[in-house]
């Protein structure tokens, strides 16, 4: 079946880096791209970064970008987020999403389960 299975979170300092990573399987992970959301409590899903399936395009939040840097290793099924000069506001569920659609996601998009990243001193 269809996984999605991220990893890497953790509480960190601020001003710290994590990287973020994303195991697929039971799916065609190449032909997918795919996108790193997160929740804080309390606020909206934001939608942080994004790759083409190809691995060339990519797209991010005003809120990270030139601090966050989606790749993928589509040999290896795997996504990832690598986040540096972390602020307490990046604290947050990052959640993995694979869908066919660059710029937006339906209701076929796949989902994991989420993995906490904690900023704080």
């Known amino acids: 079946q269809v996984q999605l299975v991220e990893s890497g979170g953790a509480l960190v300092q601020p001003g710290g880096s994590l990287t973020l990573s994303c195991a697929a399987s039971?799916?065609?992970?190449?032909?997918?791209?795919m996108k790193w959301y997160r929740r804080a409590p309390g606020k909206e899903r934001e939608l942080v970064a994004r790759i083409g399936n190809f691995g060339v395009a990519t797209k991010y939040a005003d809120s990270v970008k030139g601090r966050f840097t989606i790749t993928r290793q589509n040999v290896k099924n795997t996504v990832y987020l690598q986040m540096k000069e972390l602020k307490p506001e990046d604290t947050a569920m990052y959640y993995c999403?694979?869908?066919?659609?660059?710029?937006?996601?339906?209701?076929?998009?796949?989902w994991g389960q989420g993995t906490q990243v904690t900023v704080s001193s």
């Open positions: 999403s694979a869908g066919s659609k660059f710029f937006e996601s339906d209701e076929n998009d796949y």
């Open positions: 039971g799916f065609a992970f190449k032909e997918y791209h």
